[in-house]
């Protein structure tokens, strides 16, 4: 079935299977490999982009199912070499140790803060609880959100 | 995991979602936010012939205030429930166990009508909505027509909804002056409920519902008849699992889910009852 998605602002055309899972779609037929595959059973996160601008996770969502819409993974976040301000805060913040769980928890973040743009600690654990890290490096990930929030 | 192959049509309207489902039968699923059936179709548990994807049928998301009830689309998705200000106002019971839905990316995409349908005992919505006494406004070939909760549930996944039917609306009578809580016992962030409890009380009245306590959401009538003779709290907890017939698994054993149910039912009533 032919799909028309807007991936990082670019038009993408392709022929999928209706079985193609989003996930599989970013990953492999457009070589987006910043969005990782974790659990495969929508409870870790590591999957997380945005559909049209909502946090969204990609491996239980059919390919045909975003036609028409229009996706952000991590690779459309930075602007001419620019980090996205929460990839930053990730950075200085030592929110990442493997890194697997990153892509997905820098997602996560950036969707929880444009709903609620000041969140309390408490907040972000909470809004954070789709996305496991396997390292448990959870307290400095909810710093980088903390501090995301207060720089912008 | 990746699902079996399978037929996709997308339909713009529940019309036309109704007449795909009859040509295709029982072979055929409708599927909306996908975030109970992708599950199962990728652990190859489902082998839908055929998805109906209704996602984009518009007009059935929407949260209108009806007079005497709220009258909610059934593809009103989770998070759209949650922050609802009608939904706060008239029904906060609800809303609160749209919050406890997995996760917000699940509750971006999944929606209440997909997880009434579904019927899982273990989901938030559909005992919540059988304690509230809603009614679900289903339509087939033939037109509309409604079903209480309290008759809808028939077993493990199974409802009173026809193979060509199609939920298309859930009302949520409004409950004024009514205290509520939801309690919710899970071990991890976002999983489904061990046991959880939906119930609201008003001057000798009560709706208590059980999650994941049988093979369907349990309507705990015991303990709704025994606030309404007068008894204390605890002693109509006590009688929380009267009506059902939890399994063991992996969590809990039946008994501790009994246990557990009184507990719950007793702080549910407690905290509507302030």
Redo the contacts between chains.
């Keep these: 079935?032919k799909v028309s998605i807007t991936v990082n602002g670019k038009k993408q055309e392709s022929d999928v299977?209706?079985?193609t899972?989003l996930v599989?779609y970013i990953r492999e037929t457009l070589g987006l490999t910043g969005t990782n595959v974790g659990c495969?059973?929508?409870?870790c996160?590591a999957c997380?982009i945005h559909?049209d601008g909502?946090?969204?996770?990609s491996c239980?969502?059919?390919a045909?199912?975003a036609d028409g819409t229009s996706l952000t993974t991590i690779e459309g976040l930075a602007k001419d070499g620019v980090m996205h301000p929460m990839q930053t805060a990730f950075m200085e913040n030592h929110g990442l140790q493997c890194g697997y769980c990153t892509p997905g928890m820098v997602m996560?973040a950036i969707?929880?803060l444009k709903?609620n743009p000041k969140p309390t600690e408490d907040e972000v654990r909470?809004?954070l609880?789709?996305?496991l890290c396997r390292c448990t490096g959870y307290h400095n990930i909810v710093k980088s959100v903390l501090a995301a929030a207060g720089a912008k | 995991?990746?699902?079996?192959?399978?037929?996709?049509k997308?339909a713009t309207s529940a019309a036309e979602a109704i007449s795909l489902v009859s040509q295709y039968g029982s072979d055929a699923k409708f599927?909306a936010g996908?975030?109970s059936l992708?599950?199962l179709m990728?652990l190859r548990l489902a082998q839908p012939a055929m998805?109906i994807?209704i996602?984009r049928v518009k007009d059935l998301s929407y949260i209108k205030d009806a007079g005497s009830h709220l009258a909610i689309g059934a593809l009103t998705r989770h998070m759209d429930v949650e922050t609802s200000k009608v939904v706060h106002e008239h029904a906060p019971l609800l809303a609160k166990a749209a919050s406890h839905v997995?996760?917000?990316?699940?509750r971006?995409?999944g929606t209440i009508g997909g997880s009434i349908a579904h019927a899982d005992p273990a989901s938030d919505l559909p005992a919540t909505t059988l304690a509230l006494g809603a009614t679900y406004i289903v339509q087939g070939p033939k037109g509309q027509r409604e079903i209480a909760a309290s008759n809808f549930y028939k077993g493990f996944l199974e409802s009173d909804l026809a193979a060509d039917e199609m939920l298309v609306e859930i009302r949520v009578p409004k409950m004024q002056g009514a205290g509520w809580s939801f309690q919710k016992f899970n071990r991890r962030?976002?999983d489904w409920a061990i046991v959880g409890v939906a119930a609201w009380h008003r001057k000798g009245e009560a709706g208590v519902a059980l999650v994941n306590m049988g093979s369907t959401p349990i309507l705990a009538t015991s303990v709704a008849n025994a606030i309404a003779k007068g008894a204390s709290i605890s002693d109509a907890a006590a009688l929380a699992s009267n009506e059902a017939d939890p399994q063991s698994d992996l969590n809990a054993s039946s008994d501790y889910r009994k246990h557990l149910a009184s507990v719950l039912v007793r702080r549910a009533l407690e905290a509507a009852s302030k």
């Design positions: 079935m299977e209706p079985r899972l599989h495969d059973t929508s409870s996160g997380t559909l909502e946090a969204v996770k239980t969502i059919l045909v199912q996560a969707g929880l709903e909470m809004g609880e789709g996305n | 995991m990746i699902p079996a192959a399978f037929e996709y997308r599927l996908g975030h992708l599950p990728k998805l994807d996602g997995g996760d917000s990316q699940v971006h995409r962030a976002q």
